[in-house]
């Protein structure tokens, strides 16, 4: 009797445990990796600081300005004469695709709000599973908190096949875009400037 009560509650608990295998392996898949993404097949290009235009799961718009020197422009508090002309603001947007690998990161702890709006702090966990994976800089992010006027940081790749020579803008690729602030006013369409549309070289 004992015995049969014995295998009776093993059976019980078998089965629970096998009912609980499907939710833990979906748990599991859904946290973040601990490891660092594989970063063999690309090749580090460099980096490119500018304003989000727009973005989803595949690409980001990123539209980077400069200013340049139009005229004979007079500095002020410099001597001699010009001819008033200022320097005028330029911009290029570059479509940048995401790889599998690409990661989208907070430079700096986001705050934490309550219900209320109201600062609160992120308990032990939260910070720890924020930074993963492990010896990637910033916290973790996605596509979704690129809202136009996002300033980031673009980390650039190309494909490690492709050679410095025949590397084009088009081959470049997101590794890392890290989030560093919100421009309170976000650019509006995507072109370019109206120099670049007629062929003059971009930068």
Known sequence: MFGRIVRVVCTVALG???ALLPALAADDKDSPSTKPPDWSHYTRVGNLVGEIVKADDKKITLRVKWFQQ???YRR???RGRGNGARPKEQ????ELPFVPESLVRFKKLPP???DKGKHIDYTQKELDSLRLPSGVTGY???PADLAPGTIVDVILIRDRSISLAKATEEDLRV???IILGKDPTPPKGSTDNKDDKKGKKKN
């Open 16 to 18: 629970y445990s096998l």
């Open 70 to 72: 139009s005229g004979n």
């Open 76 to 78: 002020p508090g410099s």
């Open 91 to 94: 911009h290029h947007d570059y």
């Open 112 to 114: 934490k709000l309550d």
């Open 140 to 142: 973790a992010a996605s």
């Open 175 to 177: 590794k890392y875009a």
